[in-house]
């Protein structure tokens, strides 16, 4: 084990530890999040611990918090007690074990497992001139000293807590099939593929396009844009769509001709830094990031609360009469695929049972 993270309470009472703060979501199934609680219970006089993990949704700025207003709403929590520990006999993980050769006689492990419907960390970009944190769904394990064990509305102390922050990720599929296809019928046929079903971040999407005009109208222009698509599902959906990218090609397809050729796009974050509202992957403090990447679903789950995002790539042509009422008289005819933009599977390391062959997930478009 490379690094520890720890935490340790204003009190000193408590310190959380963990092996890592990433945690992968394999679609069906996600990563057991273990660490391990240490407890000085000198200071406790008769009081519980407790540690949770909470998955949260934060819509509001965190500066009204403290005005009496909530702009946080749980979307999933789970609570163990730490001390007195319970006495259960739980099978430790080759984490815990090294965890609790740091944290000495008073560790304490514990171990959650979260259900496959709670969303991936996902926030939202501010804009230029917001301040605060960011919206978005986040993740942290929290311990507390419970004066009253039964109150769940209970205000805890800020001494009397630590807390550390942490991720659930997903990777793109190992295995990579055909791109998807759609085709429009004649007059203005259009036939438009990808190059394959799932793309990395930063990598070149390829969009091949084949163009038979049967009208009388000339194509002028080509464009392709990449949108996407953030489905906010809490206690109704609302859905949020921020085109990430677009390329004009200048292709003239005169009437009764024919074209065919492969385009290429990158989405970037790089070039998207200042539109407010974008979604990007879940970051632990100022650590870099990217565009949110694509949520992958079992299929037949429970509908996912918090935040869903998809992708398409719209390829859109743009034909006119010609001559001066041209562009008066032009219509235009739209195509547009799925697309599926992830980050890739680190080498060596967070194994997941899916891949693009299989049928047990599907798009969060789903949601959309």
């Known amino acids: ?25 394999h679609v069906c199934s996600v990563d057991v999040v273990d660490g391990v609680l240490k407890v000085d219970p000198a200071n406790l006089k008769g009081r519980k611990v407790f540690v949770y993990l909470a998955c949260a949704f934060r819509y509001g700025s965190e500066d009204l918090d403290v005005i009496g207003l909530s702009f946080r709403r ?94 659930k990720i997903q990777f793109a599929p190992t295995n990579t099939n055909p791109g998807p296809k759609v085709e429009i019928p004649k007059p203005l046929q259009i036939e438009a593929s990808l190059g394959k079903d799932s793309y990395y971040h930063g990598e070149k999407i390829s969009v091949k396009v084949k163009i038979n005009n049967e009208t009388s109208k000339v194509v002028k222009k080509i ?37 065919e050729k492969e385009f290429f796009l990158t989405p970037l974050l790089a070039n998207n830094s200042e539109k407010r509202g974008i979604a990007l992957d879940g970051r632990l403090k100022d650590g870099d990031t990217n565009l949110a990447s694509t949520t992958l679903c079992q299929t037949g789950d429970k509908e996912m609360q918090g935040l869903v995002i998809s992708y398409k790539v719209k390829v859109h042509l743009c034909a006119s009469s010609g001559g001066l009422l041209g562009s008066l008289t032009g219509s235009d005819v739209v195509a547009e695929l799925p697309l599926i933009l992830m980050s890739p599977k680190p080498a060596g390391g967070c194994n997941g049972p899916y891949s693009s062959s299989s049928s047990r997930w599907t798009l969060g478009a789903r949601l959309a």
């Open 1 to 25: 084990m490379s690094k520890v993270f720890k935490k340790t309470s204003g009190n000193g009472d408590m310190t959380i530890y963990l092996g890592r703060r990433d945690f992968v979501d």
């Open 223 to 259: 464009q392709i844009t990449v949108e996407q698509t953030t489905s906010v599902v809490l206690y109704s959906s609302d859905t949020y769509t921020k085109v990430v990218c677009t390329e004009e090609f200048g292709e003239t397809i005169n009437a009764n001709s024919s074209l």
């Open 74 to 167: 749980d979307i999933w929590v789970k609570r163990v007690q730490i001390y007195p520990y319970p006495g259960l006999s739980i099978a430790k993980t080759p984490m815990q074990e090294s965890l609790l050769k740091k944290a000495g006689e008073q560790g304490y492990p514990f171990a959650f497992e979260m259900p496959t419907n709670l969303p991936c960390s996902v926030s939202l970009q501010p804009g230029p001139s917001d301040s605060g944190k960011a919206c978005g769904v986040d993740f942290e394990v929290k311990a507390y000293i419970a004066n009253d064990v039964d109150n769940a509305d209970e205000v805890i102390e800020k001494k009397d807590t630590c807390r550390l922050m942490i991720r």
